[in-house]
């Protein structure tokens, strides 16, 4: 089993940047990837970036150039940072493990950008 506690949000301006963190605890070892998720008000929930076990990243097409996520020297603590921020990244962002073959979420921290 996996806990995950996301952490970082906020309201900031367009054109500002926030670093969202999310920290796991449980059974990290067997993690396989990481992945940030968001949804906005009234949206199906879309994937913005994943890290995998070895610490290959991808990030979503629409957010690449803007995002980047890292894993911070702790194993178990990843990293959402994000710059240039648009009024339409406004979301709640959730970090989630996937651990042999099952998923595992966090609450989700709310970012609100303002235009």
């Known amino acids: 089993q996996v806990q995950l506690v996301e952490s970082g949000g906020g309201l900031v301006q367009a054109g500002g940047s926030l670093r969202l963190s999310c920290i796991a605890s449980?059974?990290?070892?067997?993690?396989?990837?990481m992945d940030w998720y968001r949804q906005a008000p009234g949206k199906q929930r879309e994937l913005v970036a994943t890290?995998?076990?070895?610490?290959?990243?991808n990030v979503a097409d629409s957010m690449k150039g803007r995002f980047t996520t890292t894993r911070g020297n702790a194993r178990n603590t990843i990293y959402l940072q994000m710059a240039n921020l648009k009024s339409e990244d406004t979301a709640v962002y959730y970090c989630?493990?996937?651990?042999?073959?099952?998923?595992?979420w966090g609450q989700g921290t709310q970012v609100t950008v303002s235009s």
């Open positions: 449980g059974t990290i070892f067997s993690i396989d990837a």
């Open positions: 989630r493990a996937a651990l042999r073959g099952r998923y595992y």
């Open positions: 890290i995998t076990n070895g610490g290959s990243t």
